[in-house]
């Protein structure tokens, strides 16, 4: 059970944060990475990397999160089977999504790509969408009394 869990998430994160802020990031702001690894690094390539590294780490938390305490995964496709208050959780309804924005913002900070930063403005709109129409829904459905008492007392970002 563990281990199906560990590699449905494992699946996932590959799938969904990889994709989002890994590849398509990337295949966007290529030469600008390329550039950036090509001279010498500057202030605000170390900035972008810390920034991207502190989203990594909220991410991967959230996502460990969800595995222990809710029994599932990032997926709406596989969600978690109990609701998830604790760690990030206390703070934003959505840390893991702030997480990948954090990535992202990295990103364009570290390669200076117009590119990224309007994708990012347009995964920033789509999360946004996604989580009023469809996630929170699901999660009233869901989770009921439970979940709209979390909501009072937890903001949606930040």
Known sequence: MRMSLFLRNLFFTILQPGVVAGLIPFLLARKNF??????SLQM???????????GMGVT???IANFAVHGRGTLSPADPTQRLVISGLYKFSRNPMYVGVMLMLVGEAIFTQSANLFVYGIGVFTAFNLFIVFREEPRLKKDFGTSYQEYCKTVRRWI
């Not at 390329?34 to 001279?39: I, K, M, S």
């Open 34 to 39: 390329e550039n950036a690894f090509a001279g």
């Open 44 to 54: 605000y390539h170390y900035g972008g990397m810390l920034v991207c590294l502190v």
């Open 60 to 62: 991967l938390h959230c």
